[in-house]
């Protein structure tokens, strides 16, 4: 068995338990929406998906030991593929036409850059120099993109995936210098870069977390994407790694990473939301103070009104049907003041003023804080039977 297809056989079980730790993360992220780091930290699901991610991390390391960083990084995209029937089975609902499709599509193009990224192990690492440039630059753009702004979860994500590619190139050169029989096991070089690849590691795996509380699909893809992205880049660019075929096997590998591309977004409009709760209504608090007085407006006595001075008309609105004004000047009736029962003057309102006759208002009610309230309230008047010529009213 040749070092490449063991490459491939780890990469694959590596990809499927990457798959069940995604899940198992998403699930976790959606009971939990808003809790905090150290809350994760006493969740048995947490430690779960972390033992998975764990396993994944350590296979994947051996599969970089048998094959170039080009072979093994885009097999990585298979997560994607094992978690959409991994996650349409917890949930209880079968895989959808438009999955399966994205699904082949997916597998079509890492075929095409498998075929044009197969080469041998590679021979040379990053120095401590090279390691350090790269883990800065690293972390700033992770910085930049972990600032608060719109569409956290794609953000989170991608920095996700560029924090894990980046801890695959360097786990690379760990495991190259330190089964490097000419030097030391536990040099500078190797010490550093395994704190560098331990730092990323944990970056992306709290930045995937807080991720997946939009949801599995999007955030997932656009981690699968930029992990090999991120590898592939210092793979070419610092690792002497080369696709094979020249022009014609580049022209491939680009065309099949557009089909793979297609089958993830294929795969990340399949995939379901989870719901909204519904936001309970709220009545307005205006309407609460209509029907219920607070204790200070009962608790405040209200000085009573000058008998000699006239009242000022109060406006009074009554419900009607749409278009009919409701707005009205109710009439102001003088009371004599020896008689506040009786109205006086020729401001009679018996008749066509008012039908329902004089307004009784009562007498005193009491001392108490609630009193002067309720003698503002207009008082209910039962109609009684008049005559058609109304007789005037007379004082007592």
Same mark, same amino acid.
């Given at each position: 068995?040749?070092?490449?297809?063991?490459?491939?056989?780890?990469?694959? @079980?590596?990809?499927?338990a990457?798959?069940?730790?995604?899940?198992?993360?998403?699930?976790?992220?959606?009971?939990?929406?808003?809790?905090?780091?150290?809350?994760?930290?006493?969740?048995?699901?947490?430690?779960?998906?972390?033992?998975?991610?764990?396993?994944?991390?350590?296979? =994947?390391?051996?599969?970089?030991?048998?094959?170039?960083l080009?072979?093994?990084?885009?097999l990585?995209?298979?997560?994607?593929?094992?978690?959409?029937?991994?996650?349409?089975?917890?949930?209880?609902?079968?895989?959808?036409?438009?999955?399966?499709?994205?699904?082949?599509?997916?597998?079509?193009?890492?075929?095409?850059?498998?075929?044009?990224?197969?080469?041998?192990?590679?021979?040379d690492?990053?120095?401590?120099?090279?390691?350090?440039?790269?883990?800065?630059?690293?972390?700033?753009?992770?910085?930049?993109?972990s600032? +608060?702004?719109?569409?956290?979860?794609?953000? =989170?994500?991608?920095?996700?995936?560029?924090?894990?590619?980046?801890?695959?190139?360097?786990?690379?050169?760990?495991?190259?210098?330190?089964?490097?029989?000419?030097?030391?096991?536990?040099?500078?070089? @190797?010490?550093? @870069?395994?704190?560098?690849?331990?730092?990323?590691?944990?970056?992306?795996?709290?930045?995937?977390?807080?991720?997946? *509380?939009?949801?599995?699909?999007?955030?997932?893809?656009?981690?699968?994407?930029?992990?090999?992205?991120?590898a592939?880049?210092?793979?070419?660019?610092?690792?002497?790694?080369?696709?094979?075929?020249?022009?014609?096997? @580049?022209?491939?590998?680009?065309?099949?990473?557009?089909?793979?591309?297609?089958?993830?977004?294929?795969?990340?409009?399949?995939?379901?939301r989870?719901?909204?709760? +519904?936001?309970?209504?709220?009545? +307005?608090?205006?309407?609460?103070?209509?029907?219920?007085?607070?204790?200070?407006?009962?608790?405040?006595?209200?000085?009573?009104?000058?008998?000699?001075?006239?009242?000022?008309?109060?406006?009074?609105?009554?419900?009607?049907?749409?278009?009919?004004?409701?707005?009205?000047?109710?009439?102001?009736?003088?009371?004599?003041?020896? =008689?506040?029962?009786?109205?006086?003057?020729?401001?009679?309102?018996?008749?066509?003023?008012?039908?329902?006759?004089?307004?009784?208002?009562?007498?005193?009610?009491?001392?108490?804080?609630?009193a002067?309230?309720?003698?503002?309230?207009?008082?209910?008047v039962?109609?009684?039977? *008049?005559?058609?010529?109304?007789?005037?009213?007379?004082?007592?």
């Amino acid at each position: 068995m040749s070092a490449v297809l063991v490459a491939v056989l780890l990469s694959l @079980v590596s990809a499927v338990a990457y798959a069940a730790a995604a899940v198992a993360q998403e699930r976790l992220a959606s009971r939990t929406s808003g809790t905090g780091t150290l809350r994760l930290l006493g969740s048995g699901a947490w430690w779960w998906s972390v033992t998975l991610n764990a396993s994944a991390a350590l296979l =994947h390391v051996v599969a970089l030991r048998y094959g170039p960083l080009t072979v093994v990084q885009p097999l990585g995209a298979l997560t994607l593929v094992a978690a959409v029937p991994m996650g349409a089975r917890i949930a209880g609902r079968p895989v959808s036409a438009v999955e399966w499709r994205g699904t082949a599509f997916t597998l079509a193009g890492l075929a095409a850059v498998l075929a044009t990224a197969s080469g041998p192990a590679p021979d040379d690492v990053l120095g401590v120099p090279e390691a350090l440039l790269v883990a800065g630059g690293t972390a700033a753009l992770i910085g930049m993109l972990s600032w +608060p702004g719109s569409r956290p979860g794609l953000r =989170h994500a991608t920095a996700s995936g560029i924090a894990s590619g980046v801890a695959s190139a360097l786990t690379q050169t760990v495991t190259v210098a330190a089964t490097d029989r000419s030097g030391p096991l536990l040099s500078v070089q @190797v010490a550093g @870069v395994a704190l560098l690849v331990a730092a990323f590691a944990a970056g992306g795996l709290l930045l995937s977390q807080t991720a997946y *509380r939009s949801g599995l699909g999007a955030p997932l893809a656009v981690v699968t994407l930029a992990n090999p992205v991120a590898a592939g880049v210092i793979g070419l660019c610092l690792l002497g790694e080369r696709l094979q075929g020249g022009p014609v096997g @580049v022209l491939s590998a680009l065309a099949g990473a557009g089909l793979a591309s297609r089958g993830v977004t294929l795969l990340t409009r399949a995939a379901p939301r989870h719901a909204e709760a +519904p936001v309970p209504r709220v009545p +307005p608090a205006h309407s609460a103070a209509r029907t219920n007085p607070s204790p200070a407006d009962l608790a405040t006595p209200t000085p009573p009104a000058d008998p000699t001075v006239p009242a000022k008309p109060v406006p009074w609105t009554e419900p009607t049907a749409p278009g009919i004004p409701v707005a009205r000047m109710s009439p102001v009736v003088p009371v004599d003041p020896d =008689h506040p029962t009786v109205p006086a003057g020729p401001m009679d309102p018996v008749g066509p003023m008012n039908p329902m006759g004089p307004i009784e208002r009562p007498g005193p009610v009491g001392d108490h804080p609630a009193a002067a309230v309720l003698a503002r309230e207009p008082q209910p008047v039962a109609p009684e039977r *008049r005559s058609r010529s109304p007789q005037p009213a007379t004082a007592p």
